[in-house]
């Protein structure tokens, strides 16, 4: 069964840290593009970041920029989300995603992706 498995949300005050992690199993992690989103309460879910498949490329919302690192480990079929200096409007809740196709960039861009884990809260406290 091919899934994704997201870890790693909780409670963290402003200005604070997180770091999330997805795991994948029943796939290759290696053959496809990973991404994580994010959707707070009342909005449309949003691109977060977008690793390539070796990890050599990354690409960040500017909301993000600067402050969230995306990496990921294949030999462990995992990848991460590390965030820093988080602020109040980061809550919401995180989900990874892969897509492998040959748009795969331009998709997980758009919040677009061919298999979604169910997500991990993260909420930031004032």
């Known amino acids: 069964q091919v899934q994704l498995i997201e870890s790693g949300g909780g409670l963290v005050q402003a200005g604070g840290s997180l770091r999330l992690s997805c795991t994948v199993s029943g796939r290759t992690f290696s053959n496809y593009l990973m991404g994580w989103f994010r959707q707070a309460p009342g909005k449309e879910r949003e691109f977060v970041a977008l690793i390539s498949r070796t990890g050599s490329g990354t690409y960040y919302a500017d909301s993000v920029k600067g402050r969230f690192t995306i990496s990921r480990d294949n030999a462990k079929n995992t990848g991460f989300l590390q965030m820093e200096s988080v602020k109040v409007e980061d809550t919401a809740v995180y989900h990874c995603?892969?897509?492998?196709?040959?748009?795969?960039?331009?998709?997980?861009?758009?919040?677009?992706?061919?298999?979604w884990g169910q997500g991990t809260q993260v909420t930031v406290s004032s």
């Open positions: 995603a892969t897509d492998g196709g040959a748009f795969a960039t331009s998709r997980l861009r758009r919040a677009q992706a061919d298999l």
